[in-house]
């Protein structure tokens, strides 16, 4: 059998990043490294670099994350980026979008256990949510399919003039221009490529930034957004 990675001591750029939640990022770093390996969310070989690879490259993203606003993490998975955006910025209210069972149970765990009340973890995919639950300012999303599938899932769910932040590594720009087409007629109207963390994560952290107008999702989700607007109002009423 093999003997489980052992967690590194966080860097001291996470006492610096995590502030007063200091201890709350290192308790989600131990159930990372230990109920997560265990349940298959993350594997075996990214425990030495949970903190720079994930949690500290993941915290980062509230540079590019306006103050006060509504978030949806797509796909959280094990809770990246939203976790650890959420244990930098109490002003945001975040929901952990995450459709595998198993992975909701985690987070629903993690969230009860480091007290974050902004924070819901709701179990679905983008596509099935979309008119359920209220459009969010910012859709975040990391790992979780090439950009212009994720931008299929994710900027149906933003308000008008929302924005989507996906985390990327080098291929980003190769994908923003691949995906150019498609982000234009789910209604994008400017994109952009950020860089953020410096002096906290090297590399920096790159983000793919899609801004949209007054149609989220384009023609194609108008109609299923009046339609479940008409829905909600009709149950309202019951």
């Not at 002003?91 to 987070?107: A, K, M, V, W």
Request: some cysteine; glycine content about 10%.
């Amino acid at each position: 059998m093999t003997e489980a990675a052992e967690l590194p001591p966080a860097p001291e750029q996470a006492r610096e990043v995590f502030g007063e939640r200091f201890a709350d990022a290192v308790r989600y770093a131990e159930l990372l490294a230990e109920a997560g390996v265990q349940r298959g969310l993350i594997g075996p070989r990214e425990v030495p670099r949970l903190w720079e690879r994930h949690l500290l490259n993941c915290a980062v993203l509230s540079e590019a994350v306006p103050e006060g606003v509504t978030v949806c993490d797509v796909g959280s998975g094990a809770g990246l980026p939203g976790i650890p955006l959420a244990l930098v910025r109490d002003d945001l209210n975040i929901t952990l979008l995450e459709p595998l069972l198993r992975r909701t149970n985690f987070l629903t765990e993690v969230v009860e256990l480091l007290g974050l009340d902004h924070v819901t973890v709701v179990r679905g995919r983008a596509e099935e949510v979309m008119g359920k639950l209220p459009p969010v300012h910012v859709v975040t999303a990391r790992a979780v399919a090439p950009l212009d599938r994720l931008a299929t899932w994710g900027i149906p769910l933003l308000r008008p003039y929302g924005e989507m932040l996906a985390l990327k590594g080098d291929t980003a720009e190769e994908e923003l221009k691949a995906a150019a087409t498609a982000l234009s007629k789910l209604g994008a109207v400017e994109t952009s490529i950020l860089h953020v963390g410096e002096g906290v994560v090297d590399p920096m952290s790159t983000v793919v930034r899609v801004e949209v107008g007054e149609s989220p999702g384009g023609v194609r989700f108008a109609a299923k957004r009046a339609k479940a607007a008409r829905t909600g109002r009709a149950r309202r009423r019951r």
